[in-house]
Protein backbone atom coordinates (compact mmCIF):
# COMPACT_ATOMS: atom_id res chain seq x y z
CA UNK A 1 0.00 0.00 0.00
CA UNK A 2 1.37 3.40 -0.97
CA UNK A 3 2.15 6.01 1.75
CA UNK A 4 0.72 9.25 1.54
CA UNK A 5 3.35 12.04 1.53
CA UNK A 6 2.21 15.40 2.68
CA UNK A 7 3.89 18.47 1.05
CA UNK A 8 3.90 21.94 2.32
CA UNK A 9 3.49 24.19 -1.10
CA UNK A 10 5.42 26.82 1.45
CA UNK A 11 8.15 25.56 2.50
CA UNK A 12 8.84 22.82 -0.62
CA UNK A 13 12.22 22.67 -2.57
CA UNK A 14 11.75 21.86 -6.35
CA UNK A 15 13.41 19.32 -7.69
CA UNK A 16 16.53 21.01 -8.69
CA UNK A 17 16.66 24.31 -6.88
CA UNK A 18 20.55 24.87 -8.48
CA UNK A 19 19.59 24.24 -11.33
CA UNK A 20 21.54 27.25 -13.58
CA UNK A 21 18.48 27.89 -15.75
CA UNK A 22 15.86 28.14 -12.80
CA UNK A 23 16.23 32.42 -12.43
CA UNK A 24 13.23 34.58 -11.97
CA UNK A 25 14.18 36.61 -15.24
CA UNK A 26 14.70 33.41 -17.18
CA UNK A 27 11.31 31.78 -15.64
CA UNK A 28 9.26 34.68 -16.34
CA UNK A 29 10.48 35.57 -20.20
CA UNK A 30 10.27 32.08 -20.82
CA UNK A 31 6.33 32.17 -19.63
CA UNK A 32 5.73 35.16 -21.55
CA UNK A 33 7.20 33.79 -24.40
CA UNK A 34 4.75 30.88 -24.32
CA UNK A 35 1.85 33.02 -23.67
CA UNK A 36 2.64 35.25 -26.63
CA UNK A 37 3.08 32.02 -29.21
CA UNK A 38 -0.58 31.03 -27.62
CA UNK A 39 -1.28 34.68 -29.03
CA UNK A 40 0.01 34.06 -32.34
CA UNK A 41 -2.41 31.22 -32.81
CA UNK A 42 -5.14 33.05 -32.95
CA UNK A 43 -3.38 35.05 -35.24
CA UNK A 44 -2.98 32.09 -37.59
CA UNK A 45 -6.54 31.55 -36.99
CA UNK A 46 -7.08 35.17 -38.34
CA UNK A 47 -4.95 34.46 -41.47
CA UNK A 48 -6.88 30.86 -42.22
CA UNK A 49 -9.94 33.14 -42.34
CA UNK A 50 -8.81 36.20 -44.45
CA UNK A 51 -7.67 33.36 -47.13
CA UNK A 52 -10.85 31.66 -47.52
CA UNK A 53 -12.74 34.87 -47.20
CA UNK A 54 -10.27 36.35 -49.87
CA UNK A 55 -12.31 35.34 -52.97
CA UNK A 56 -15.12 36.85 -55.23
CA UNK A 57 -17.89 35.65 -53.71
CA UNK A 58 -17.31 36.63 -50.40
CA UNK A 59 -16.95 40.64 -51.22
CA UNK A 60 -20.89 39.98 -51.90
CA UNK A 61 -20.59 42.21 -54.60
CA UNK A 62 -18.75 44.63 -52.70
CA UNK A 63 -14.98 46.30 -52.73
CA UNK A 64 -12.60 44.04 -52.72
CA UNK A 65 -8.81 44.59 -52.38
CA UNK A 66 -8.09 46.38 -55.08
CA UNK A 67 -10.33 49.10 -53.47
CA UNK A 68 -9.45 48.32 -49.95
CA UNK A 69 -5.73 47.25 -50.10
CA UNK A 70 -3.12 50.51 -50.03
CA UNK A 71 0.59 48.63 -49.88
CA UNK A 72 2.48 52.10 -50.79
CA UNK A 73 0.57 53.82 -47.52
CA UNK A 74 1.09 50.54 -45.57
CA UNK A 75 4.87 49.85 -46.14
CA UNK A 76 5.26 53.94 -44.69
CA UNK A 77 3.48 51.82 -41.66
CA UNK A 78 6.48 48.95 -41.78
CA UNK A 79 9.00 51.90 -42.05
CA UNK A 80 7.83 53.26 -38.72
CA UNK A 81 6.71 49.87 -37.11
CA UNK A 82 10.70 48.64 -37.35
CA UNK A 83 11.85 52.40 -36.42
CA UNK A 84 9.48 51.90 -33.14
CA UNK A 85 11.03 48.61 -32.86
CA UNK A 86 14.99 49.69 -33.55
CA UNK A 87 14.06 52.68 -30.71
CA UNK A 88 13.46 49.26 -28.32
CA UNK A 89 16.92 48.03 -29.28
CA UNK A 90 18.49 51.32 -28.27
CA UNK A 91 16.66 50.99 -24.79
CA UNK A 92 17.62 47.18 -24.33
CA UNK A 93 21.37 48.50 -25.21
CA UNK A 94 20.79 51.65 -22.05
CA UNK A 95 19.45 48.35 -20.30
CA UNK A 96 22.63 46.34 -21.00
CA UNK A 97 24.44 49.51 -19.59
CA UNK A 98 22.52 50.25 -16.59
CA UNK A 99 22.23 53.83 -18.02
CA UNK A 100 18.29 54.51 -17.56
CA UNK A 101 18.20 57.75 -19.68
CA UNK A 102 19.64 55.92 -22.77
CA UNK A 103 16.46 53.24 -21.61
CA UNK A 104 13.34 56.15 -21.06
CA UNK A 105 15.08 57.52 -24.91
CA UNK A 106 14.51 54.32 -26.10
CA UNK A 107 11.48 53.98 -24.66
CA UNK A 108 9.99 57.20 -25.89
CA UNK A 109 11.13 56.73 -29.30
CA UNK A 110 9.23 53.45 -29.22
CA UNK A 111 6.45 54.99 -27.96
CA UNK A 112 6.66 58.08 -30.53
CA UNK A 113 7.08 55.56 -33.28
CA UNK A 114 4.71 53.49 -32.73
CA UNK A 115 1.88 56.03 -32.58
CA UNK A 116 3.15 57.08 -35.63
CA UNK A 117 1.85 53.65 -37.13
CA UNK A 118 -1.19 53.64 -35.64
CA UNK A 119 -2.20 57.41 -37.05
CA UNK A 120 -1.06 56.09 -40.46
CA UNK A 121 -3.10 53.02 -39.91
CA UNK A 122 -6.18 54.92 -38.23
CA UNK A 123 -5.77 57.51 -41.06
CA UNK A 124 -6.17 54.12 -43.53
CA UNK A 125 -9.05 52.79 -41.86
CA UNK A 126 -10.77 56.06 -41.05
CA UNK A 127 -11.19 56.66 -44.83
CA UNK A 128 -12.42 53.40 -45.91
CA UNK A 129 -15.19 53.74 -42.84
CA UNK A 130 -16.20 56.93 -44.70
CA UNK A 131 -16.22 55.50 -48.27
CA UNK A 132 -18.80 52.83 -46.91
CA UNK A 133 -16.20 49.74 -46.64
CA UNK A 134 -17.04 48.68 -43.51
CA UNK A 135 -16.93 45.12 -41.94
CA UNK A 136 -20.92 44.85 -41.55
CA UNK A 137 -20.19 45.40 -45.81
CA UNK A 138 -18.86 41.71 -46.71
CA UNK A 139 -17.17 38.97 -45.87
CA UNK A 140 -13.91 39.55 -46.93
CA UNK A 141 -14.13 43.33 -45.47
CA UNK A 142 -14.64 41.71 -41.87
CA UNK A 143 -11.85 39.23 -42.60
CA UNK A 144 -9.57 42.15 -43.34
CA UNK A 145 -10.54 44.29 -40.65
CA UNK A 146 -10.38 41.46 -38.25
CA UNK A 147 -7.07 40.68 -39.35
CA UNK A 148 -4.94 44.20 -39.46
CA UNK A 149 -6.52 45.74 -36.54
CA UNK A 150 -6.20 43.24 -34.21
CA UNK A 151 -2.35 43.50 -34.66
CA UNK A 152 -3.10 47.36 -34.24
CA UNK A 153 -5.16 46.62 -30.77
CA UNK A 154 -2.13 44.85 -29.77
CA UNK A 155 0.22 47.81 -30.76
CA UNK A 156 -2.22 50.37 -28.47
CA UNK A 157 -1.57 47.90 -25.73
CA UNK A 158 2.21 48.06 -26.37
CA UNK A 159 2.16 51.88 -26.39
CA UNK A 160 0.30 51.81 -22.54
CA UNK A 161 2.55 49.14 -21.28
CA UNK A 162 5.96 51.83 -22.69
CA UNK A 163 4.48 54.28 -21.09
CA UNK A 164 3.82 51.63 -17.37
CA UNK A 165 7.82 50.93 -17.87
CA UNK A 166 8.76 54.74 -18.41
CA UNK A 167 7.24 55.41 -14.89
CA UNK A 168 8.32 52.61 -13.51
CA UNK A 169 12.47 52.92 -14.89
CA UNK A 170 12.12 57.19 -13.73
CA UNK A 171 10.52 55.89 -10.04
CA UNK A 172 11.56 52.24 -9.33
CA UNK A 173 14.99 52.07 -11.03
CA UNK A 174 16.34 49.36 -12.82
CA UNK A 175 15.48 46.61 -10.25
CA UNK A 176 14.88 42.64 -11.05
CA UNK A 177 11.43 43.17 -11.31
CA UNK A 178 11.37 46.35 -13.37
CA UNK A 179 14.22 44.39 -15.46
CA UNK A 180 11.95 41.32 -16.29
CA UNK A 181 9.23 43.67 -17.23
CA UNK A 182 11.49 45.37 -20.08
CA UNK A 183 12.20 42.38 -21.38
CA UNK A 184 9.06 41.02 -21.74
CA UNK A 185 7.80 44.17 -23.28
CA UNK A 186 10.73 43.99 -25.49
CA UNK A 187 9.56 40.11 -26.76
CA UNK A 188 6.10 41.82 -27.27
CA UNK A 189 7.53 44.95 -28.88
CA UNK A 190 9.75 42.86 -31.66
CA UNK A 191 6.70 39.83 -31.96
CA UNK A 192 4.98 42.51 -33.54
CA UNK A 193 7.34 42.94 -36.03
CA UNK A 194 7.29 39.52 -36.79
CA UNK A 195 3.29 39.44 -37.18
CA UNK A 196 3.27 42.52 -39.63
CA UNK A 197 5.96 40.61 -41.97
CA UNK A 198 3.18 38.59 -42.94
CA UNK A 199 0.12 41.07 -42.56
CA UNK A 200 2.21 43.22 -45.15
CA UNK A 201 3.01 40.28 -47.01
CA UNK A 202 -0.15 38.02 -47.49
CA UNK A 203 -2.65 41.06 -46.85
CA UNK A 204 -0.89 44.09 -48.54
CA UNK A 205 1.57 42.77 -51.10
CA UNK A 206 -0.45 39.32 -52.08
CA UNK A 207 -3.48 41.38 -52.34
CA UNK A 208 -2.43 44.35 -54.53
CA UNK A 209 -1.02 41.03 -56.61
CA UNK A 210 -4.01 39.65 -56.56
CA UNK A 211 -6.31 42.54 -56.92
CA UNK A 212 -4.71 44.08 -60.41
CA UNK B 1 22.96 34.04 -13.57
CA UNK B 2 22.23 37.40 -11.35
CA UNK B 3 18.67 38.11 -10.77
CA UNK B 4 19.26 39.55 -7.26
CA UNK B 5 20.77 42.95 -5.77
CA UNK B 6 20.75 46.51 -7.78
CA UNK B 7 22.94 44.43 -10.68
CA UNK B 8 20.06 43.13 -12.46
CA UNK B 9 20.80 44.34 -16.25
CA UNK B 10 24.04 42.06 -15.88
CA UNK B 11 21.28 39.17 -16.56
CA UNK B 12 22.12 37.18 -19.93
CA UNK B 13 19.11 37.84 -21.53
CA UNK B 14 19.50 41.57 -21.20
CA UNK B 15 23.43 41.06 -22.08
CA UNK B 16 22.11 39.71 -25.59
CA UNK B 17 21.61 43.42 -26.87
CA UNK B 18 23.26 44.46 -30.24
CA UNK B 19 23.24 47.91 -31.24
CA UNK B 20 24.70 47.09 -34.46
CA UNK B 21 22.71 44.01 -35.08
CA UNK B 22 19.85 45.83 -34.31
CA UNK B 23 20.50 48.06 -36.82
CA UNK B 24 21.70 46.28 -39.10
CA UNK B 25 18.67 43.82 -39.18
CA UNK B 26 16.74 47.60 -39.40
CA UNK B 27 17.95 47.86 -42.94
CA UNK B 28 17.86 44.37 -44.23
CA UNK B 29 14.50 44.69 -42.91
CA UNK B 30 13.16 47.75 -44.83
CA UNK B 31 15.02 46.25 -48.43
CA UNK B 32 13.02 43.04 -47.79
CA UNK B 33 9.78 44.69 -47.60
CA UNK B 34 10.44 47.73 -49.87
CA UNK B 35 11.99 45.24 -52.90
CA UNK B 36 8.91 43.27 -52.85
CA UNK B 37 6.69 46.36 -52.86
CA UNK B 38 8.62 48.16 -55.56
CA UNK B 39 8.22 45.20 -57.94
CA UNK B 40 4.79 44.63 -57.19
CA UNK B 41 4.06 48.81 -57.72
CA UNK B 42 5.67 48.12 -61.13
CA UNK B 43 3.97 45.22 -61.90
CA UNK B 44 7.66 43.68 -62.53
CA UNK B 45 6.47 40.04 -62.88
CA UNK B 46 3.81 37.10 -63.20
CA UNK B 47 1.11 36.49 -60.39
CA UNK B 48 3.11 33.48 -59.48
CA UNK B 49 6.57 34.91 -59.78
CA UNK B 50 5.34 37.99 -57.45
CA UNK B 51 4.06 35.18 -55.06
CA UNK B 52 6.92 33.42 -54.88
CA UNK B 53 9.25 36.53 -54.32
CA UNK B 54 6.83 37.32 -51.53
CA UNK B 55 6.94 34.35 -49.93
CA UNK B 56 10.74 33.90 -50.08
CA UNK B 57 11.31 37.75 -48.76
CA UNK B 58 8.93 36.67 -45.54
CA UNK B 59 10.52 33.54 -44.97
CA UNK B 60 14.20 35.47 -45.00
CA UNK B 61 12.25 38.43 -42.56
CA UNK B 62 10.90 36.21 -40.40
CA UNK B 63 14.65 34.38 -39.86
CA UNK B 64 16.51 37.92 -40.01
CA UNK B 65 14.23 39.37 -37.24
CA UNK B 66 14.30 35.81 -35.30
CA UNK B 67 17.87 35.91 -35.31
CA UNK B 68 18.95 39.77 -34.44
CA UNK B 69 16.25 41.36 -32.56
CA UNK B 70 14.50 38.88 -29.86
CA UNK B 71 18.27 37.14 -30.63
CA UNK B 72 16.92 33.51 -30.94
CA UNK B 73 19.22 30.70 -31.00
CA UNK B 74 20.87 27.62 -29.58
CA UNK B 75 22.67 29.26 -26.80
CA UNK B 76 22.14 28.30 -23.45
CA UNK B 77 20.30 31.54 -22.63
CA UNK B 78 17.62 31.42 -25.38
CA UNK B 79 17.57 27.79 -26.47
CA UNK B 80 14.64 26.78 -24.80
CA UNK B 81 12.56 30.23 -26.48
CA UNK B 82 14.07 29.04 -29.80
CA UNK B 83 12.68 25.67 -29.78
CA UNK B 84 8.94 26.82 -28.45
CA UNK B 85 9.17 28.64 -31.35
CA UNK B 86 10.42 25.83 -33.85
CA UNK B 87 7.71 23.86 -32.49
CA UNK B 88 5.23 26.50 -32.72
CA UNK B 89 5.44 26.04 -36.67
CA UNK B 90 4.21 23.55 -37.52
CA UNK B 91 1.10 24.37 -35.58
CA UNK B 92 0.59 27.12 -37.71
CA UNK B 93 1.48 25.72 -40.84
CA UNK B 94 -1.15 23.32 -40.01
CA UNK B 95 -3.76 26.10 -38.47
CA UNK B 96 -3.51 27.84 -41.88
CA UNK B 97 -2.21 24.60 -44.48
CA UNK B 98 -5.66 22.50 -43.05
CA UNK B 99 -7.78 25.44 -43.51
CA UNK B 100 -7.10 25.63 -46.95
CA UNK B 101 -7.13 22.56 -47.92
CA UNK B 102 -10.87 21.72 -46.64
CA UNK B 103 -12.10 24.80 -48.78
CA UNK B 104 -10.18 24.91 -51.98
CA UNK B 105 -13.13 22.94 -53.76
CA UNK B 106 -15.69 24.71 -51.49
CA UNK B 107 -16.67 26.98 -54.23
CA UNK B 108 -17.04 24.32 -56.81
CA UNK B 109 -19.01 22.17 -54.94
CA UNK B 110 -21.95 24.57 -54.20
CA UNK B 111 -23.02 24.15 -58.03
CA UNK B 112 -23.44 27.80 -58.43
CA UNK B 113 -23.10 27.77 -62.46
CA UNK B 114 -20.69 31.19 -61.96
CA UNK B 115 -18.56 29.53 -59.63
CA UNK B 116 -17.65 25.72 -61.08
CA UNK B 117 -14.71 26.93 -62.39
CA UNK B 118 -13.47 29.83 -60.24
CA UNK B 119 -10.40 29.85 -58.40
CA UNK B 120 -10.00 28.15 -55.09
CA UNK B 121 -8.86 31.39 -53.91
CA UNK B 122 -8.04 34.56 -54.69
CA UNK B 123 -9.85 36.46 -57.80
Not at chain 1, 182 to 211: C, R, T
Not at chain 2, 26 to 31: A, E, H, K, N
Not at chain 2, 33 to 39: H, R, S
Request: with cysteine; hydrophobic share 55%; aromatic share 14%.
Amino acid sequence: MSQEVSVNPATAVLWDPSHSEHDMITTRTLGFWLYLLSDAMIVSSLFASYLVLDHRINTAGGPGPRDVIHPVTAFWGTVLLFSAILAYGAAMVGLKRGDRRIVLAGLGGALLLGGGFLLVEGRDFAQLALQGMVPERSGYLSAFYALVLYHGAHLVFGLLWIVVMMVQVVHIGLTPHVVYRLLNLKLFWFFQGFIWIYVFSFVYLAGAVHGH
Amino acid sequence: MVTKGRDAWQHPQVQLARGGQYVGAYIVSLLLTGGPLWLVVRHGGTPWRLMIIIVACAAALTLVQAYFWPRLDLSRTQRWMTAALVLFIPLVVMTVGLTAWMFATLYARTMIPVLLHAPAFGY
